[in-house]
């Protein structure tokens, strides 16, 4: 590597690097800010306030989810040779006319759908209301897209904490005021719109062109699949909930319920500022194969290296963490518990893999292992397992689904950047080593002293992740220097 190219790499990944910290930081004070302002509210409103919005947001999220087609994420992946004034005008103007279309075709019809089947007249009105960002996000999807092209997530993130806190600061209000349930629609509709309105003022927006229809019929192209994926996502999503419900009962989905929340969320939360930062970068580097590739091993490791402490603990130490945390009556997760811990530890190894496939112009391929592997191996795993095996049969299914889910994308990941078996294999080394030490160090300790409360629990975990960081970092300290050097600034 030349000097120049030296530098422009450690700038690239200095960038890359702000990006994910920015990103991170942002999502943690909305997490922060979202739990405060739950708790405020939850004193001021009536549980069925919260009843009545959850009911309204399935209908909502999957509308928002289906509605914004890809057309940000097309953008974000063209090439700077071949982006021009053209498509970002002939986004803009798609994106927004989809948004009037869907709120006047779909929501509008859909509104009165969802009051009757819930039997709640208040939700026609409250769907409306939530369903607002459908015409609002389409104004600034052009300047995210120019954003996140451009890495500057310090800007995205900074408008989306401060969105976020005006959004708390109105609900509050409104829910002081009597509002009701309308306190927390507003919250939700200020964000959006603010978020909006900000980016709108403060950055670029698409320049001044003409529409064209083959441009748009390409970034709906790409979209389309990107659109197909997100769907089957959801559907995987809510598949296990919905299939668990109804054949087991209210109870025990409660409890797959906080085994899921367990296992998930913080693996979600991780992969979600990931993902943010990675897919930008990735299409910046969708030609240069070797340095994309090096890009997605990393998230691999830094995924694996900071989500499997937290799932070894909740595997080894599922019964006394569910009972003593949660109540003897939840012993019924400590089963899936285990099962979505191992099914979670499988999910993270994939890194960033859809990601990768559509920055270098690959949707399809995400595309057809969602669909494949969430109406071919999930839901049916799923009918399967929970009829004869109950939670345990709804573990083992998600746990399939995730593996078939991850050699899948690896073939396809195998044959477009090139990523092998072993690459893999060694991105995982070190947390599969310092992993195997944690477990063994809590299997003994729970034989030595028989664990009796959440206290001395905590404490055998914190012991185990003390084992884990004594066995990792030295395992991982040359690149952890490696990057700070990186990350200086010239």
């Known amino acids: 590597m030349s000097r120049a190219d030296g530098s422009s790499d450690r700038s690239f990944f200095r960038r890359v690097f702000r990006g994910t910290l920015w990103k991170g930081g942002g999502l943690i004070f909305a997490n922060i800010a979202s739990f405060a302002t739950k708790l405020i509210l939850a004193r001021l409103l009536a549980p069925e306030h919260f009843g009545l919005v959850g009911m309204a947001v399935v209908f909502t999220g999957l509308i928002q989810t289906i509605e914004k087609l890809g057309i940000e994420s097309a953008l974000v992946q063209r090439r700077d040779q071949e982006l021009n004034d053209v498509d970002l005008y002939t986004g803009h103007i798609g994106a927004i006319a989809v948004g009037i279309g869907f709120y006047l075709f779909v929501v509008i019809p859909g509104a009165p759908g969802v009051a009757w089947f819930y039997e709640e007249p208040e939700l026609t009105a409250i769907v409306l209301v939530l369903a607002l960002p459908v015409l609002i996000r389409p104004f600034a999807v052009v300047t995210r897209s120019l954003l996140r092209r451009d890495l500057r997530f310090k800007e995205l993130a900074k408008v989306e904490m401060f969105s976020t806190f005006v959004g708390a600061i109105v ?3 409104l829910a002081f005021g009597g509002a009701g349930v309308w306190a927390l629609v507003a919250q939700w509709v200020v964000f959006e719109l603010l978020q909006t309105v900000i980016l709108r003022l403060l950055y670029p927006s698409a320049p001044k062109s003409s529409f064209s229809p083959s441009a748009l019929k390409r970034i709906l192209v790409f979209g389309g699949y990107i659109t197909g994926q997100r769907i089957f996502t959801f559907i995987s999503k809510q598949a296990d909930y919905l299939i668990v419900g109804k054949l087991v009962g209210a109870a025990s989905l409660g409890a797959y319920a906080i085994a899921f929340l367990l296992t998930d969320a913080i693996r979600a939360k991780l992969m979600a500022v990931l993902r943010k930062v990675l897919y930008p970068t990735y299409s910046r580097l969708q030609d240069d194969l070797e340095r994309l590739n090096r890009y997605y ?25 569910l009972i003593y945390g949660f109540g003897e009556e939840w012993h019924e997760g400590v089963a899936p518990l285990k099962l979505l811990a191992v099914a979670a530890f499988i999910h993270v190894i994939g890194g960033t893999n859809s990601d990768a496939l559509k920055a270098v112009d690959r949707p399809d391929l995400a595309f057809k292992v969602k669909m494949c592997v969430s109406m071919g191996v999930m839901v049916p795993g799923l009918l399967v ?106």
């Open 171 to 173: 609900a509050i209000a």
């Open 385 to 490: 397992g929970v009829h004869y095996w109950g939670l345990v049969g709804a573990g083992a299914a998600v746990i399939a689904s995730k593996t078939v889910s991850r050699l899948a994308f690896h073939w396809f990941l195998r044959t477009t950047i090139g990523t092998t078996e072993a690459q893999v294999l060694r991105a995982v080394g070190p947390t599969l080593i310092a992993t195997s030490c944690m477990g063994v160090t809590l299997a003994v300790l729970q034989a030595q002293w028989s664990l009796e409360s959440l206290v001395q629990t905590m404490g055998f975990v914190i012991a185990g992740g003390m084992v884990y960081l004594a066995v990792a970092l030295p395992l991982v300290w040359g690149e952890i220097q490696e990057m700070r050097q990186l990350v200086k600034t010239d």
């Open 297 to 321: 091993l990393g998230s691999i490791r830094v995924n694996t290296l900071l989500v499997a402490p937290i799932l070894c603990a909740l595997f080894v130490y599922s019964e006394p963490l």
